[in-house]
């Protein structure tokens, strides 16, 4: 009977050992956790890594490196929104565009409503000038291309009138150079 008991003791301690050694493999530690939410970052996916940095501070509520990057979500999902906001610039095309003397106003009126026009009203450059001097007011646009890419169009805009753009997440700011 002392022997039976033993095995069965045995037995008991193996199996217990057995469960505990499962329910570790399966919750993830704090650190597989992180780096699955840095797999995510890397990946453009900010609002995905978030969860994984918020389940680490569960487990792990002074886990520095997992608060860190939860604080730099908002900047990271507005990198990833303009990259997107680019990103559109170069895949719309626009079949046909023909500017004789026009002035950036109008050069730039026309280039969004064509963008509008290509993308079915899914996007639109929105440009916004800054020019609090009106060095651009006056300056005109000659430009004749087909199917180019609203980035192209937009680059030898700029570039006639003397100009740059800054991408802003709802806003295409245009400034003359050298500002």
């Known amino acids: 009977m002392k022997k039976l008991k033993a095995i ?7 199996t217990c050992t057995g469960l505990a050694d499962e329910t570790q493999k399966k919750e993830p530690s704090a650190a597989a956790l992180y780096h699955s939410g840095m797999a995510l970052l890397k990946k453009g996916k900010p609002e ?6 918020q389940k680490v501070l569960k487990l ?10 939860l604080a730099r979500i908002p900047e990271l999902n507005l ?7 680019k990103a559109l610039f170069t895949s719309t095309k626009i079949p046909k565009i023909h500017f004789s003397d026009a002035t950036l106003a109008e050069a730039l009126e026309a280039l969004n409503e064509l963008t509008s026009q ?10 916004v000038v800054r020019d609090p001097r009106k060095k651009l007011s006056e300056e005109t646009v ?3 291309m087909n199917n180019a890419p609203v980035s192209a169009i937009l680059k030898y805009i700029l570039e006639d009138v003397g100009a740059t753009a800054r991408f802003d997440e709802h806003a295409t700011v245009i400034r003359p150079t050298g500002k």
């Open 60 to 69: 792990e509520p002074g886990y520095t490196p997992a608060k860190y990057q």
């Open 79 to 85: 990198r990833v929104k303009l990259q997107r906001r």
């Open 8 to 14: 069965m003791a045995v037995g008991l301690s193996l």
């Open 118 to 127: 290509a993308t079915e009203k899914k996007f639109s450059p929105n440009f």
């Open 142 to 144: 000659s430009l004749k």
């Open 48 to 53: 995905e890594a978030k969860t994984f940095f």
